[in-house]
């Protein structure tokens, strides 16, 4: 069985939290607990006008990969509901091949 991962693609994150909701519905999660939070990175003016602004969605150790949904064929929560398209789930080692192709990505493995 391969390992599974979620690579985001945080360039075009918007930072509208839907992938956060999604999952604290999915889970039935209190308030205040977390399977994806969303960081805000910035804003920052670093010289020359340039800024560091960016928001990235990251699992949390509550994070189960939506274990239930995928045993129904379906995908994670977060992925189905990323309008912007941001979130891919599936074999960490195809995903390592996807982040080799452009910048501002990162994957996650629990
Ligand atoms: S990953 Fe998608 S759903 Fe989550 S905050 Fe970014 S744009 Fe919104
Ligand atoms: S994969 Fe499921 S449990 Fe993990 S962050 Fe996404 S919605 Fe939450």
């Known amino acids: 069985m391969a390992d599974y991962g979620i690579l985001v693609d945080y360039e075009w994150c918007t930072g509208c939290h839907t ?23 910035g804003p ?3 010289g020359d006008g340039k800024w560091q602004y960016a928001y990235l ?7 189960d990969f ?6 129904a064929g ?3 929560t977060c992925v189905h509901h990323c309008q912007a398209e941001c979130l891919k789930f599936g074999p960490v080692d195809e995903l390592a091949r996807e982040l080799g192709k452009k910048r ?7």
Not at 19 to 41: D, T, W
């Open 66 to 71: 939506c274990a239930e949904r995928l045993s």
């Open 57 to 63: 969605p990251a699992p949390t150790d509550q994070c």
């Open 104 to 110: 501002k990505q990162v994957l996650f493995r629990n």
């Open 44 to 46: 920052w003016e670093y």
């Open 74 to 76: 379906k995908q994670p």
């Open 19 to 41: 992938c956060e909701v999604a999952c604290q519905m999915e889970h039935k999660l209190p308030v205040g607990q977390f399977g994806m939070k969303v960081a805000e990175i």
